[in-house]
């Protein structure tokens, strides 16, 4: 099993969600407060968790996912934010998120199709295969006009 596959789409998501939230503003992202305390190694070297957490972000960075100004040693990202790419990821509908018939007024059922929304479920449930899934379409390229809510 690849649990360091598992670790990415939790950070991904989580990093992604954090920046959405507070979004157009710029934000220091630190490793800390997505995956809580590590402690370093009798080196005083981050921890393997922390390091992997770390490069996720500088993966999404790499990816075109979101951007930011500077490092803060190993401990975070300085004015991070999401580019275009991530909003309009984070912001599109999810198909089939909501159950037919739901009855929910239609800003409410715009904003719990999106996949920021379905990702904050998925994370808050600790449903490892549902923030898996939905974090995989967060990197899917095709953004299709009729799934959009943009």
Same mark, same amino acid.
């Not at 959405?20 to 080196?43: C, H, S, T």
């Not at 960075?61 to 401990?75: K, M, V």
């Not at 275009?84 to 739901?102: I, M, N």
């Given at each position: 099993?690849?649990?360091?596959?598992?670790?990415?789409y939790?950070?991904?998501?989580?990093?992604?969600l954090?920046?959405?939230?507070?979004?157009?503003?710029?934000?220091?992202?630190?490793?800390?407060?997505?995956?809580?305390?590590?402690?370093?190694?009798?080196?005083?070297?981050?921890?393997?968790?922390?390091?992997?957490c =770390?490069?996720?972000?500088?993966?999404l960075?790499?990816?075109?996912? =979101?951007?930011?100004?500077?490092?803060?040693?190993?401990?975070a990202?300085?004015?991070?934010?999401?580019s275009?790419?991530?909003?309009?990821?984070?912001?599109?509908?999810?198909?089939?998120? =909501?159950?037919?018939?739901?009855a929910?007024?239609?800003?409410?059922?715009?904003?719990?199709?999106?996949?920021?929304?379905?990702?904050?479920?998925?994370?808050?449930?600790?449903?490892?295969?549902?923030l898996?899934?939905?974090?995989? =379409?967060?990197?899917?390229?095709?953004?299709?006009?009729?799934?959009?809510?943009?």
């Open positions: 099993m690849d649990l360091q596959i598992d670790d990415f939790k950070d991904a998501a989580a990093a992604m954090h920046l959405y939230q507070v979004f157009p503003r710029k934000m220091a992202l630190y490793v800390e407060d997505l995956i809580g305390r590590e402690e370093p190694d009798e080196f005083g070297l981050p921890s393997k968790r922390h390091e992997s =770390l490069g996720t972000l500088l993966w960075a790499e990816e075109g996912y =979101l951007r930011f100004d500077s490092t803060i040693a190993y401990d990202l300085d004015q991070a934010v999401l275009e790419k991530g909003f309009l990821r984070l912001s599109r509908s999810v198909p089939h998120a =909501l159950r037919d018939g739901e929910l007024p239609p800003s409410v059922r715009r904003v719990h199709a999106t996949l920021a929304f379905q990702l904050r479920e998925a994370l808050s449930q600790k449903h490892g295969e549902r898996a899934r939905l974090t995989r =379409l967060l990197f899917e390229s095709s953004l299709t006009a009729t799934g959009d809510t943009v």
